[in-house]
């Protein structure tokens, strides 16, 4: 079955660059039938949906974050990626890489999550 | 954005009881709402979708109901392992949003 795979830096200095990828196994992301998202977790269990990729590249991205937020895919290396830019220590979250079923925008496969933590 | 307000926070109950949980819109969002469980440690679970879908391979003890503004999940007969974090999440605005969870302990 399709799992899903986050990695990245678990440290993040204030101001700058947040930057996660997640590689796909067990399916591939050029099959078109799914979106390909980012979800965080704060410390207080709250879940913010970030925004999606489509393996042709479009994407949607939660517009309270738009401003920061890009998304970008490599369907040669079945992966995708998140870049979330000027972060504080209110970006500190569990971040997860996740597949949404487009007809129902249910989330169906969820990535084990990764801890990023913004601090000096 | 389209609020999601869930309730109870927490509740306490036993096994083999009905438990149920609210989440209700700040909008009408039709049947667009999904239902999540997540363990300690684990990422959530999708259970229930379109309100009152089953998600294959989720226990028939799990329900869903609801249109419009509100929705109810059901537990009908309650297990040990059903000891978790339930969440809300809406599908109606582009921008998925999730309710603030109901804690069930047993």
């Known amino acids: 079955q399709v799992q899903l795979q986050e990695s990245g830096p678990g440290l993040v200095k204030p101001s700058q660059t947040l930057s996660l990828t997640c590689t796909v196994s067990?399916?591939?992301?050029?099959?078109?039938?799914?979106?390909w998202s980012w979800i965080r977790q704060f410390p207080g269990k709250g879940l913010e949906w970030i925004g999606y990729?489509?393996?042709?590249?479009?994407?949607y991205y939660n517009p309270s974050l738009k401003s920061r937020v890009t998304m970008s895919v490599d369907t040669s290396q079945n992966h995708f990626s998140l870049k979330l830019t000027s972060v504080t220590a209110a970006d500190t979250a569990v971040y997860y890489c996740?597949?949404?079923?487009?007809?129902?925008?249910?989330?169906?496969?969820w990535g084990q999550g990764t801890t990023v933590n913004v601090s000096s | 954005d389209i609020q999601m307000t869930q309730s109870p926070s927490s509740l306490s109950a036993s096994v083999g009881d009905r438990v149920t949980i609210t989440c209700r819109a700040s909008?009408?969002?039709?049947?667009?709402l999904n239902w999540y469980q997540q363990k300690p440690g684990e990422a959530p679970k999708v259970l229930i979708y379109?309100?009152?879908s089953l998600q294959s391979g989720v226990p028939s003890r799990f329900s869903g109901s609801g249109s419009g503004t509100d929705f109810t999940l059901t537990i009908r007969s309650l297990q040990p392992e059903d000891s978790a974090v339930y969440y809300c999440?809406?599908?109606?605005?582009?921008?998925?949003?999730f309710g603030g969870g109901t804690k069930v302990e047993i």
């Open positions: 067990g399916g591939s992301i050029s099959s078109g039938a799914f979106y």
């Open positions: 990729i489509y393996y042709s590249g479009s994407t």
């Open positions: 999440q809406q599908s109606y605005s582009p921008s998925l949003t």
């Open positions: 996740a597949r949404e079923v487009p007809s129902s925008r249910a989330v169906d496969v």
């Open positions: 379109a309100a009152s």
């Open positions: 909008q009408s969002i039709s049947n667009n």
